[in-house]
């Protein structure tokens, strides 16, 4: 869909609220300019004004309406920053990223996820577990833009993103590299009766349809939450949080056990 192939430069280069904005500085990566509302407020403002400074960044006394006009109405709790968000890296950097720590890959994949606050809650999610990388595909995705950026409470400035042409394929090549890759869907086996503690990606699939048919056919098996109330579905981070997790309780199972 068109309106997640581009954004205005408002939304791409804007980072906002205090945690975005700090977590971004602490990442080591220099804002153009960081806008603050009130220089003495103090608490993480006075922090991302010094470590501003440190990196080199302007840094702009501005009014609340300036702020809203930046932040297009956001909640920018009186600091914002004009940045490119991230660099994408490219699957090949993700694997390299689990080799040079010396563990089994663990990657987590977002097959159209449409939700900007859905994709930043995966990714904050993802770099809580401790995954190496998250994929998204170049098309009929959002993308990280501000309201990613934020709603991943600065995650997207620690977690590695990469953008692919095609899931399907993206698939096949982590299957040659000895990555088994796991579909979220619920004609798959009960998640607890699954054994996902290896090299893994896990496939996550859009809000409204799911995984798209090709990339099921792709995975190497499907896996399901077990629903045992009235609603059958699950949003796609929450669901996507679970099945993180249940991959780390098994890593830390077999990592036991040795």
């Not at 010396?102 to 900007?116: C, K, Q, S, T, Y």
């Not at 979220?184 to 054994?195: K, N």
Request: proline share 2%.
């Amino acid at each position: 869909m068109k309106q997640h192939e581009s954004h205005s430069s408002t939304d791409e280069n804007i980072v906002y609220g205090r945690n975005a904005v700090l977590e971004l500085l602490l990442s080591g990566k220099a804002p153009d300019t960081v806008y603050i509302q009130d220089f003495s407020a103090g608490g993480n403002v006075s922090r991302i004004i010094a470590v501003s400074k440190e990196l080199g960044a302007t840094v702009k006394q501005v009014s609340a309406q300036k702020l809203e006009f930046l932040t297009n109405g956001g909640n920018h709790q009186g600091v914002a920053a004009t940045t490119s968000l991230i660099e994408y890296v490219s699957l090949r950097d993700i694997l390299d990223i689990a080799r040079e720590k010396g563990e089994a890959p663990f990657l987590v994949i977002a097959d159209e996820i449409e939700d900007p606050h859905n994709l930043g809650a995966l990714i904050r999610t993802a770099e809580a577990a401790g995954a190496h990388g998250l994929v998204i595909p170049k098309r009929r995705s959002a993308t990280v833009n501000s309201t990613v950026y934020k709603t991943s409470a600065g995650a997207c400035a620690h977690l590695a993103v990469a953008k692919v042409t095609n899931i399907a394929e993206t698939i096949e090549t982590l299957k040659k590299e000895g990555v088994w890759v796991y579909g979220a869907d619920r004609s798959g086996t009960p998640l607890w009766q699954a054994d996902i503690s290896g090299s893994a990606a896990l496939v996550v699939g859009s809000e409204g349809k799911g995984l798209g048919t090709l990339v099921k056919k792709r995975c190497d098996a499907l896996v399901s939450i077990p629903m045992n109330g009235k609603i059958n579905s699950l949003n796609a981070s929450v669901a996507g949080g679970i099945f993180m997790y249940e991959l780390v309780r098994q890593r830390n199972d077999r990592s036991l056990q040795k």
